[in-house]
């Protein structure tokens, strides 16, 4: 009963529009898009002229002999490592949704698109190489990535050059895997910083940019930088021959060389990560991460905008309640549905929370 008398009291306040989060966002960073630095799309297209002479080789290339031996335990491996992962990580690894097709002009990708239901990690890492100019050399790594690779695109998230300017890496916006960290790819996201940091420091054009962007990521996934996150690696120890990867605890922004056996990003920039985790702890301690904005048809109504701190709020709140909790709640707000007087705003954003219940409702019960 108290329950009940909880959600309608909760439901009220909304409908009243007396209902507000008193958190103050962070300021989003200046972040120049994929159109602005002139990315080209038709990489990512599988029809497109630039991936002819790539699926051509392809289809003419012939492996190396592999003994059945070999091929056995490799096989094997590659099970073991994947059972691993499935049975013991399954919740970070989780594809929610998975693309053959682009979504706004519908040709054909040259590899599918996965996206996960949370980001609940912040990968920093270091290109190594040093360029000459921004926008000429960001175009020069995007075709070396995307077409001489293979890869159709690039590994990170996002990329800040040398004067501190943030630029749009990868592309298809929130919740997107890619490639910037193996067996980590699944709910984090890869931040490099341009240029080779093993003798110098990093300058504080590029510091203050990262931290601004980590700072407005945190708030925008609700990323708490005082949890621990599960980080799996290639095994380098004794164990392996029993654990197929090398499982360790680590906070939700690190580096790549906390996540990999790797040097990234050499030891004069190592510290400055946990600086930032630091002085940025308090801000998000109490965040959890935020549901992937539900997909929905545009027949019916909107995806849930991230930016609107109530939804996010009730929507949060929610997720944590049982199964009848949930089916009490769909009955209360079908009842405010039917109210004459309701606004268009209010409804459009009970309709969205109606939605997303019976989302969970049915994962719930699946």
């Known amino acids: ?26 300021e989003k960073p200046l972040i120049i898009s994929r159109a602005d630095w002139w990315a080209d799309e038709q990489y990512t297209s599988r029809e497109s002229s630039y991936w002819v002479s790539i699926l051509e080789r392809w289809s003419k290339y012939v492996a190396p002999y592999v003994s059945p031996e ?6 094997e491996k590659n099970k073991k490592t994947y059972d691993y992962i499935n049975e013991n990580f399954w919740k970070q690894n989780t594809i929610t949704q998975k693309l053959q097709y682009d979504p706004t002009s519908n040709y054909k990708l040259a590899w599918p698109l996965e996206y996960t239901q949370n980001i609940n990690a912040i990968v920093v890492h270091h290109t190594a190489d040093e360029y000459s100019s921004s926008a000429e050399w960001i175009k020069n790594i995007y075709r070396y990535h995307s077409i001489s690779n293979a890869w159709w695109d690039v590994g990170y998230n996002f990329v800040i050059w040398y004067d501190g300017e943030i630029y749009e890496w990868k592309k298809w916006g929130d919740y997107v895997s890619w490639a910037h960290s193996k067996w980590n790819n699944y709910s984090t996201l890869g931040i490099a910083v341009m240029w080779n940091y093993e003798k110098k420091e990093i300058n504080s054009s590029q510091y203050e940019s990262l931290e601004k962007l980590i700072k407005y990521l945190a708030y925008k996934y609700w990323i708490d930088f005082s949890k621990k996150y599960y980080y799996n690696m290639a095994c380098s120890w004794a164990a392996c021959s029993t654990f197929p990867l090398e499982t360790k605890q680590d906070f939700t922004l690190v580096w790549h060389r906390d996540t990999w056996h790797t040097s990234c990003p050499w030891d004069m920039l190592y510290a400055q990560v946990d600086e930032m985790r630091l002085r940025n702890i308090n801000f998000t301690s109490w965040f959890t991460p935020v ?40 009955e209360r707000i079908k009842i ?19 939605l997303w219940v019976n989302q969970s409702i049915e994962i719930s019960e699946s």
């Open 1 to 26: 009963m108290k329950f009940i008398i909880l959600i309608t009291i909760l439901l009220v306040f909304w409908v009243q529009g007396s209902y507000a989060l008193t958190l103050q966002a962070p």
């Open 291 to 330: 549901n992937r904005p539900i997909q929905v048809t545009e027949n019916i109504i909107e995806p849930v905008n991230l930016d609107n701190e109530k939804l996010q709020k009730v929507i949060l709140l929610i997720s944590d309640f049982t199964l009848d909790q949930k089916l009490q709640i769909l």
């Open 336 to 354: 405010y549905l039917e109210r004459d007087n309701i606004s268009e705003n209010i409804l459009k954003e009970l309709q969205i929370i109606e």
């Open 70 to 75: 070999a091929k056995k335990l490799r096989d």
